[in-house]
């Protein structure tokens, strides 16, 4: 099984940026489908990025689109995402997950603990 660790939060002002990371190990990125969520105090987990394995393909929420970013380095085993044009509404626990294949059907098992990210309109 993989183990993931979330970092790169924090407090920022509206308009700012933030990347966050999502450290592997056990098991390289390169095996898995990985997803990142978020969820704000009150409201239910919300799907925010996803990217394939071959890191070919991304999708978006809405709410992120044009504004978010989601890699893979393979070389690193980390999956990034980059947070621009931040917004009030973005404040959040974002968590890391993967899962073993693009498939709609395959079930994202493996999450880390997440980072906090507030920001302050």
């Known amino acids: 099984q993989v183990q993931l660790v979330e970092s790169g939060g924090g407090l920022v002002q509206a308009g700012g940026s933030l990347r966050l990371s999502c450290a592997a190990s056990g098991r390289t990125v390169g095996s898995y489908a990985m997803g990142w969520f978020r969820q704000a105090p009150g409201k239910e987990r919300e799907f925010v990025a996803r990217i394939s394995r071959s890191a070919i393909s991304t999708y978006y929420a809405d709410s992120v689109k044009g504004r978010f970013t989601i890699s893979k380095d393979n070389i690193k085993n980390t999956v990034y995402l980059q947070m621009n044009s931040l917004k009030p509404e973005d404040t959040a626990v974002y968590y890391c997950?993967?899962?073993?294949?693009?498939?709609?059907?395959?079930?994202?098992?493996?999450w880390g603990q997440g980072t906090q990210v507030t920001v302050s309109s």
């Open positions: 997950a993967a899962r073993p294949s693009d498939s709609a059907t395959s079930v994202y098992d493996y």
